[in-house]
């Protein structure tokens, strides 16, 4: 993926919690007891809008799980985009990160062979870097605050997060809150009523908007180590 469809995709997704709190606040009737009746979602009720709040959780998760991957994609794809680039022009953190991506998943020792030869080949060959065959490693589904960071350092990524979102993201926990919260629902640890019982429009609100700030702000991040081409060692570098 490129900077340009990364964004994109971002900004469809984000666009879609944005859609979500503005459903809420218009079904909650009490942010604005004052709206005319033909502008609130009137025929819910509470206990229908508090199932509607819980599933906040599930779409920011959704927003942070297929911004981590997109962001890694973009690395991933970029020494693909100049056949000059070899291998042995990359970061070792990006190489190294790439050699685990081509063999990962493969358990049974005939698999890791089958996966290990080529690759092997390719190097001997010192073929492009964009002919090789890898993707970043998925996460494991449980996208925590500590994650995104360590992910971010693993390849050399500068996080470049303003101080307001910074302080805001890191004070509320909110990333950690929305895994961990996800995770009760998807297993049934509690039910949607109960979580949406707890949470008010303007916790919702501030909630989502942290959260897309702060992610939009990482996306920047991964976008400038891209475009500067900082996935290369310094020598190689247009």
């Known amino acids: 993926m490129t900077p340009g469809e990364v964004q ?8 879609e919690v944005r859609r979500l709190v503005d459903l809420i606040k218009n079904a909650d009737t009490s942010v604005s007891p004052f709206t005319l009746p033909n ?4 025929w819910l009720t509470a206990n229908e809008v508090s199932i509607l709040k819980a599933t906040t959780y599930l779409v920011l998760y959704n927003l942070i799980e297929a911004t981590m991957g997109w962001c890694q994609l973009m690395v991933a794809h970029a020494p693909k985009r100049r056949k000059r680039w070899r291998p042995k022009h990359l970061t070792p953190p990006v190489w190294k990160a790439a050699l685990i991506a081509a063999i990962s998943g493969a358990t049974a020792s005939e698999s890791v062979s089958n996966r290990i030869i080529p690759l092997t080949n ?4 010192n073929d492009p870097a964009g002919e090789f ?3 970043f490693s998925k996460h494991d589904g449980n996208w925590k605050y500590k994650d995104i960071k360590k992910d971010a350092e693993i390849l050399g990524v500068e996080l470049k997060v303003s101080s307001e979102t910074l302080a805001t993201i890191t ?12 995770n009760i629902l998807a297993h049934g640890e509690e039910s949607f009523e109960g979580v949406g019982a707890r949470m008010t429009v303007d916790e919702i609100e501030l909630m989502a908007t942290t959260t897309i700030d702060y992610l939009g702000d990482v996306i920047l991040s991964y976008t400038d180590f891209v475009e500067r081409c900082l996935f290369l060692q310094e020598a190689y570098r247009p």
Request: net charge positive.
């Open 8 to 15: 994109a995709q971002f900004d469809n997704r984000s666009a």
């Open 39 to 42: 502008m609130r979602l009137s």
């Open 122 to 125: 390719q190097i001997f060959k």
């Open 133 to 135: 065959s890898y993707e």
């Open 171 to 182: 004070r509320s926990a909110y990333i950690d809150t929305i895994t961990r919260t996800r």
